[in-house]
């Protein structure tokens, strides 16, 4: 089965219900902690890479977050699929020619996010409601290059686009409950400083199922790329 490459930038942010559907599938994965571990800056051996979330700014210029960007360019330049969730579609903005810098508000808890035409045949086919209701945590937007194609949008932000062989996706589609709630203990700085109550971000169970729905379309379409 096809080798995936994990990079995961802070304990907190896994692959969540993505890494259930891989283990499912049988998919070899194997997974770099970028604080600690090694970043590798060729994706030569594997058949897809994903970059996950984290609390740092790619402007931080972190040697790690560096890697990541490199790691990026050379996916992007050997056509190996790429997947970059909330910090890592904004590192693949980034490497791509774009501008990553803090939005004029952060996006935390539940948001309609709005699929483009061209979203149809790629990431997100299959989804039939071109609005999608999604759970974000991130304060940090992109102004992409002008070979980015726009997937879906926010009444605020850019959500997704593919520049090549690379996704960047800024919303969190890998999440259940219980890693929402870690989250809500992790990061509850953020939901003081934006004056949200907690409670808010509860899910339904509505939207949970849809979520999923949406998650394991997502997880198809990035797979049926390099599937054998």
């Not at 992007?76 to 903005?93: D, H, R, W, Y």
């Not at 996706?169 to 400083?193: C, G, K, P, S």
Request: net charge negative.
């Amino acid at each position: 089965m096809p080798k995936i490459l994990s990079v995961q930038n802070i304990g907190c942010e896994p692959l969540g219900l993505l890494e259930q559907m891989f283990v499912s599938d049988g998919y070899d994965i194997e997974k770099v902690n970028a604080q600690n571990d090694s970043v590798p800056t060729s994706p030569l051996g594997y058949d897809a890479v994903i970059i996950l979330g984290g609390p740092m700014a790619v402007y931080d210029n972190l040697a790690y977050l560096q890697k990541e960007q490199e790691l990026i360019r050379n996916a992007i330049k050997n056509e190996t699929p790429l997947l970059g969730i909330c910090l890592g579609s904004q590192l693949i903005a980034q490497a791509a020619g774009g501008r990553v810098y803090k939005g004029k508000r952060k996006e935390i808890g539940w948001y309609n996010v709005y699929l483009t035409p061209a979203s149809s045949n790629d990431i997100f086919r299959g989804l039939t409601n071109k609005t999608i209701r999604i759970f974000q945590w991130h304060g940090d937007t992109y102004d992409l290059p002008a070979n980015a194609k726009i997937l879906a949008y926010s009444d605020l932000y850019p959500q997704a686009f593919r520049i090549g062989s690379a996704v960047g996706i800024q919303f969190h589609f890998e999440v259940d409950e219980h890693l929402i709630q870690t989250w809500m203990n992790e990061y509850r700085d953020d939901l003081i400083a934006e004056k949200i109550n907690p409670e808010i971000l509860l899910p339904a169970p509505t939207e949970l199922e849809a979520l999923a729905i949406q998650g394991r379309r997502i997880y198809d379409n990035f797979t049926r790329v390099f599937q054998k």
